[in-house]
């Protein structure tokens, strides 16, 4: 069985301490609590939350649903950290609440990257080429 690319990278107790803050961060902005007129006009997604080793630091991977005023966003919610972190500590029971920074999710991206490349010219004509090969060595 494969592991997740990224528990390869962090402990068990990381990736368990970075969903339950994932969870309550969607949660604090899904219910609009934090009072910015930024943030209160786009829907944000927060895709993962990546611990660091000692428990300390979180980096919080953010999206606008669309992708719309990224920056902006990000820069809001660098503003509000403080204020997350006690939103975040009334509701996660950790004995040390992490500082959090927020930072745009490339995933996205990578996997818009990935689409285009296997919808490419060139990509396709090697799966039909690999195709035509494999149905001629049936033929024997």
Partial sequence: MNAAPNASRQGQRQLRVGELLRHALSDILQRGEINDPVLESHVITVPEVRISPDLKHASAYVMPL?????????????RSRKFVRGLLARRVDLKHMPQVSFLRD?????????????????????????????GDAGDD
Wanted: proline fraction near 2%.
């Fill in 66 to 78: 669309g992708g719309q005023d990224i920056e902006e966003v990000i820069e809001a919610l660098n």
């Fill in 106 to 134: 490339e995933s996205f991206d990578a996997g818009a990257r990935m689409d285009a490349l296997l919808d490419s010219p060139q990509v396709r004509r090697d799966v039909e080429k690999h195709d035509d090969d494999a």
